[in-house]
């Protein structure tokens, strides 16, 4: 089976990548960020309704092909979206639904990859590194947030 790379399924990584389980693919959280992550399944028909399972604070599927595209790809994301465009707003907006957040305005990923921190400059948005924390300068942070918003789904 051939996995292609859409807007979607950047998504869906991005958000697996902030905050997957242990098991199969899937994502811990809140009941709206399970919710999100179904719904988002769903919609880029990834997994069947009935191949979805819910433990406890977690959702998962399971897919070997998928599995194997998701694992390849958040470990070079910043080799698959080079340029600023919808799939790597997507991917990023997954992240920032998943582990980000805005204190005074600016926005901040709580943790980030070496990787994805990659990504971040790679794409040209200036930001400051504090421990774990990501941290997008004030001056790029409307620029960033004008970037991901449209595939925000979680942080509205």
């Known amino acids: 089976?051939?996995?292609?790379?859409?807007?979607?399924?950047?998504?869906?990584?991005?958000?697996?990548k902030a905050r997957r389980t242990r098991e199969g693919i899937g994502v811990v959280g809140n009941s709206a960020m399970?919710?999100?992550?179904?719904?988002?399944?769903?919609?880029?028909k990834i997994a069947a309704?009935?191949?979805?399972?819910?433990?406890d604070e977690s959702v998962i599927f399971h897919h070997s092909a998928?599995?194997?595209?998701?694992r390849e790809f958040a470990r070079e994301p910043h080799e698959r979206l080079k340029h600023r465009n919808e799939k790597s707003a997507a991917y990023l907006a997954g992240l920032f639904d998943g582990c980000g957040g805005i204190r005074d305005g600016i926005?901040?990923?709580?943790?980030?990859?070496?990787?994805?921190e990659m990504l971040v400059a790679r794409l040209d948005f200036i930001y400051l590194r504090e421990r774990?924390?990501?941290?997008?300068?004030?001056r790029n942070a409307e620029e960033f947030m004008?970037?991901?918003?449209?595939?925000l789904k979680l942080l509205k």
């Open 132 to 138: 774990e924390k990501i941290i997008i300068a004030k």
């Open 66 to 70: 998928y599995r194997e595209f998701f």
């Open 107 to 116: 926005p901040y990923f709580a943790r980030m990859s070496p990787e994805d």
């Open 146 to 151: 004008r970037f991901v918003n449209p595939f």
């Open 49 to 55: 309704p009935d191949k979805i399972r819910l433990q």
């Open 34 to 44: 399970r919710e999100i992550f179904i719904k988002c399944l769903l919609d880029e």
């Open 1 to 16: 089976m051939k996995v292609k790379l859409s807007s979607g399924l950047a998504y869906i990584i991005g958000l697996w």
